[in-house]
């Protein structure tokens, strides 16, 4: 039996919990290392995995610790320096989204990646979730047909502050379009990546709050491929719980409503409120 692949995290907020207990509850993982920022996650941390080493500082961590993998889930401004370090000390990187908050930071980081081989993978989750696969699978095996228009809604209750108050912090969270929709973009390209790359964007946002008019609390985009299909994707964070919707119209399902033909299945509809952010 080969030996486990060895976890070093950084970040054990809420979501790095969540990696954690996934790492620590797969066999073929050990979590051997976790930075934590404050002094009171770092006790959580070393009481819930007694045999990992315990870190204030991520850096620390990558130049000490004999590991595998890191795995970055700490907040989005510092993915680039975690990232550019493990990269450079020939780790495999695991790197929560976004990639960065800034194009530049993201240029740098692929650069990283790329000379280092490719050890980089980004936490587009969805498309390994059976649920939203699903939707994939049926267009892979053309039983709905070839996708024409893809909705991709969420309606949520507001983000939570994050450790030091973070995610409501312009310079550090960059965008809320980098937390919840950046998956929703990925997960619409991905049902239209027959249609290959946007080439048209329009987008528009407006906020709450006049302290922070950049943190949009409404936010639409729409996008289209050179072959006309397109795909729209919402958000709101002026509701309750977490109820995300997603529709698709193909070619294959519009043929069958003309036809009268019972039509597949191919609308999906997800409520959840655990572990949103």
């Not at 790492?23 to 996650?41: D, G, K, M, Q, Y």
């Not at 960065?100 to 979730?129: K, M, N």
């Not at 729409?222 to 509701?239: E, I, K, N």
């Amino acid at each position: 039996m080969p030996a486990p692949v060895r976890f070093a995290l950084a970040g054990y907020g809420a979501w790095g919990r969540y990696h954690a207990s996934s790492i620590a509850s797969n066999p073929e993982a050990e979590l051997v290392a976790v930075t934590a920022a404050s002094e009171a996650s770092r006790a959580a941390a070393a009481a819930d995995y007694p045999q990992a080493r315990i870190f204030a500082d991520p850096l620390e961590m990558i130049t000490t610790t004999d590991c595998d993998v890191v795995d970055i889930v700490t907040p989005s401004h510092t993915h680039r320096t975690i990232a550019e370090a493990a990269l450079a000390a020939g780790r495999f990187v695991l790197l929560e989204k976004p990639l960065a908050t800034t194009l530049e930071d993201c240029q740098a980081i692929v650069r990283a990646a790329e000379a280092a081989g490719g050890r980089l993978a980004i936490g587009h989750e969805f498309r390994f979730s059976s649920q939203w696969g699903e939707i994939r699978r049926l267009i892979d095996q053309g039983t709905i047909g070839r996708p024409q228009y893809v909705l991709v809604e969420l309606s949520r209750k507001p983000y939570r502050l994050g450790a030091d108050g973070w995610r409501y912090d312009p310079d550090r969270v960059g965008s809320w379009v980098l937390e919840e929709p950046i998956h929703f973009f990925d997960l619409a390209r991905w049902y239209l990546s027959e249609s290959g790359d946007p080439v048209e964007l329009v987008a528009y946002g407006n906020s709450r709050d006049p302290a922070r008019p950049a943190l949009y609390d409404n936010f639409s985009a729409m996008f289209r491929c050179h072959d006309g299909a397109y795909a729209v994707v919402s958000q709101t964070l002026a509701a309750f719980e977490h109820h995300q919707t997603v529709k698709i119209l193909c070619l294959l399902a519009e043929e069958s409503i003309r036809q009268g033909r019972p039509l597949p299945v191919a609308n999906l509809l997800a409520e959840t409120s655990a572990g949103a952010p």
